[in-house]
């Protein structure tokens, strides 16, 4: 019984490799073939933008995809959730990626983007869990948002000289991202370009980046009075330099490791969520320089056993836990 069962799924198998072995379209001039594991598009122009593909039924039998010269554009979840997709080959005509085009790919390890291309579209590779290198060229201009998103695999990356902005999410999730080369051609970074890179450990900015600056691996702006990001894979005893006069809005959020940081007195303000889930910080001491602590500066800070702060500091919207032992400690309110 067993091997009738097995013999009519293979049947079954066979029938369906033999509909999806002739050649579709996918494009006004383009036209896609399947064949023992290999999806080939090929003519001239840009493919369409799907919801879903002719060849999705059959995705998981995809190996391979060969995109042959003359394709200028990767369309909207072309190859989206091909799980058993290993290789691909994108020639130097494609001048764009499109959302979500690789998104789902679980066992692509590499992909070698050309010198060509200048988007990739949002959520292009996200959840390519098993990407470990890529290579982003000086042609790419724009990242959309998260398209590198839940990159579990990846270990490091280099944004080209052409990129300017870091957008939202862009690197979500990455948990085995180490480190971050970011050039002097980026000029605006996402609060939430890192949230989950819990290894992270390392950014690393051009000296020439005229709004950035990093400080063993720790993110400022250039005049080094802002702290922007600390890496949550990073050390768990922290100094803040004296330059900072501000600690910025979810700075060290998330930075699970975290047990002792040091504000210096030229602090003025903690910004919004700056610890937020600092689950092992067990204590805080705000010095006399601080004027304003944002909302749920220390929401969620669950070990966190007490804060020594001015006594005419307003810590009422602090997120504070309910356990934290409030220690007031007399000090001049500076002036404004």
Known sequence: ??????????????????????????????????????LTISGDGEMYDYEEVP???????????????????????????????????????????????????????????????????????????SLTSITIPNSVTIIGEAAFGWCEGLTSIIIPNSVTSIGYEVFKGCTGLTSVTIPNSVTNISLDAFEFCDNLTSINVSV???????????????????????????????????SVTSIGDYAFSRCYNLTDITIPNSVTNIGSSAFLLCGSLTSVTIPYSVTNIGEEAFSYCEDLREILYPEWLDLSD???????????????????
Request: overall charge positive; proline content about 6%; some cysteine.
């Open 1 to 38: 019984m067993k091997q009738k069962i097995f013999i009519i799924l293979l049947a079954i198998t066979a029938c369906v490799g033999i509909l999806f072995a002739e050649s579709g379209t996918c494009g006004d001039n383009l036209t896609w073939t399947y064949e023992n594991g290999v």
């Open 55 to 129: 060849w999705f039924p059959i995705r998981s039998n995809i190996k391979a995809i060969i995109i042959s010269n003359g394709v200028r554009g990767i369309g909207m979840n072309a190859f989206a959730w091909h799980q058993n997709l290993v290789f691909v080959s994108i020639p130097n005509s494609v001048t764009y990626i499109g959302a979500l085009a690789f998104c789902g790919c679980h066992s692509l390890t590499a992909i070698d983007i050309p010198n060509s291309v200048t988007i990739l579209g949002y959520h292009s590779f996200r959840s390519c869990e």
């Open 208 to 242: 020439d980046n005229p709004n950035y600056c990093s400080l063993e691996g720790v993110l400022f702006s250039k005049d080094k009075t802002t702290l922007l990001y600390y890496p949550q894979g990073k050390d768990s005893s922290y100094i803040i330099p004296n």
């Open 318 to 336: 602090a997120g504070i836990p309910s356990s934290t032992k409030l220690i007031p400690y007399p000090a001049q309110k500076p002036n404004k």
